[in-house]
């Protein structure tokens, strides 16, 4: 019987006669998974930046958010803190559909307790609440720019060298009150340390003195991303200024909820909150 089954697979996979077509290489054509559409540098994994290339004008859907890439197929997508362990990968061009399952790498976060943080940041009096929600009407309107520029695809440079004293995604508790987890990192420095832009982009909110934050500038990146940083002692850049990667924007301070001082870096795509770190590892130069 094995001696008969392997005539069988012979005879199936014997060359076809000169001229005629081969169904073998038919059938592993129909097969074949088509290549993607979309190639992509950066690391599936929770609070990670993704630089991408595909088609022009090409509906890339990651999750639940849906990007357009621009005129130069230039695509960014992002992971935030507590990204699922799968997700999907969905690229509309106007010959069809690719869409794949991705694996996103799940993260432990530290619990990191502070203390020293004067009351009234923690639980703010009744008198300045309506402050803090007009601040909130301000940041949340910043963060809908949608600049047209490629900062995001040049590899980002620290904004300011110092010690990491926080990181992202650790849950804080401030005082011993538990509070929102940690979304970026925070950089310790000499007050008076000069601030750099990490990526090309436009200013869209710079305010020298927020409840919060202290001085508080977003940069723009292009494609949703949009970096913050907080606690700044001077702010040097005015809403609507286009600025260089390495330019200097602002100061290290202490101002808002801090209790020394230090940068705190965060970036945001969309309303994902990316992990500064994860964007420094990506290099989208090999997309060029």
């Known amino acids: 019987m094995v001696l008969i089954a392997a005539l069988a697979l012979v005879q199936a996979v014997a060359p076809a006669p ?3 077509a081969d169904p073998m290489a038919a059938l592993i054509a129909e097969t074949a998974p088509a290549a993607a559409p979309i190639n992509c540098a950066g690391t599936h994994r929770q609070g990670a930046m993704i630089v991408c290339r595909t088609r022009p004008g090409a509906e890339v859907t990651l999750g639940d958010i849906t990007v357009e890439a621009d005129d130069a197929g230039w ?37 990191q307790r502070i203390e020293g943080v004067p009351q009234e940041y923690v639980t703010p009096p009744e008198e300045v609440l309506e ?26 440079i620290m904004p300011v060298e110092g010690r990491l004293t926080g990181v992202y995604g650790s849950q804080r508790y401030y005082n011993g009150e538990p509070r929102r987890p940690h979304y970026g990192i925070d950089i310790a420095a000499p007050g008076g340390t000069p601030v750099i832009a990490p990526a090309a982009g436009v200013v869209t909110l710079a305010d020298p003195d927020m409840y919060y934050e202290g001085g508080l500038i977003f940069i723009d990146h292009g494609q949703g991303l949009t970096s913050a940083f907080l606690h700044l002692g001077a702010v040097n850049v005015d809403v609507g200024q286009e600025v260089a ?29 990316i992990d500064p770190a994860e964007a420094l590892a990506v290099d989208p130069s090999g997309l060029r």
């Open 131 to 156: 402050r803090i929600r007009a601040e909130g009407r301000v940041k949340r309107n910043a963060y809908t720019s949608r600049w047209t520029g490629e900062g995001f695809a040049s590899a980002f």
């Open 18 to 20: 000169e001229g005629a």
């Open 245 to 273: 990667q390495g330019e200097v924007i602002g100061e290290v301070g202490s101002g808002g909820r801090s209790t020394g001082a230090h940068l705190d870096w965060r970036i945001k795509w969309h309303n994902r909150y």
């Open 75 to 111: 695509v960014v997508l992002g992971h935030d803190r507590d990204a699922e362990a799968q997700t999907t990968l969905s690229v509309a061009l106007p010959d069809g559909r690719y869409e794949e399952t991705l694996s996103v790498q799940q993260r432990e976060y530290d619990i």
